[in-house]
Nanobody, 115 residues
Framework: QVQLVESGGGLVQPGGSLRLSCAAS????????MSWHRQVPGKGRELVAF???????NYADSVKGRFTISRDNALNTVYLQMNSLKPEDTAVYYC?????????WGQGTQVTVSS
């Protein structure tokens, strides 16, 4: 069973930056499809960024050029660097591990962008 623990959320002003971390235990992130999602109250969970099976990266149009997904295989951790944050980026951010038919989610971390 894979456990994911997110951290790094918080309150930031518009235009600011945050880096989210997702630490995995129970499996190796380099062998799975790792992704970041976000959700606001009353809406479905939105895919923000992910690693493709070929090792590349892909992003939602709303965050392209501002967010960067990366990973440290030695630490078994995936990151989401978020720059030029906007109020509409306010959400709970979740990390997801997917391998075959198995998926696991972290508990989420709140990001609030407000002046």
């Amino acid at each position: 069973q894979v456990q994911l623990v997110e951290s790094g959320g918080g309150l930031v002003q518009p235009g600011g930056s945050l880096r989210l971390s997702c630490a995995a235990s129970g499996s190796i992130v380099s062998t799975a499809v790792m992704s970041w999602h976000r959700q606001v109250p009353g809406k479905g969970r939105e895919l923000v960024a992910f690693f493709t099976t070929g090792g590349g990266t892909n992003y939602a149009d709303s965050v392209k050029g501002r967010f960067t997904i990366s990973r440290d295989n030695a630490l078994n951790t995936v990151y989401l660097q978020m720059n030029s944050l906007k109020p509409e980026d306010t959400a709970v951010y979740y990390c997801k591990y997917s391998r075959g038919s198995y998926a696991s989610w972290g508990q989420g971390t709140q990001v609030t962008v407000s002046s």
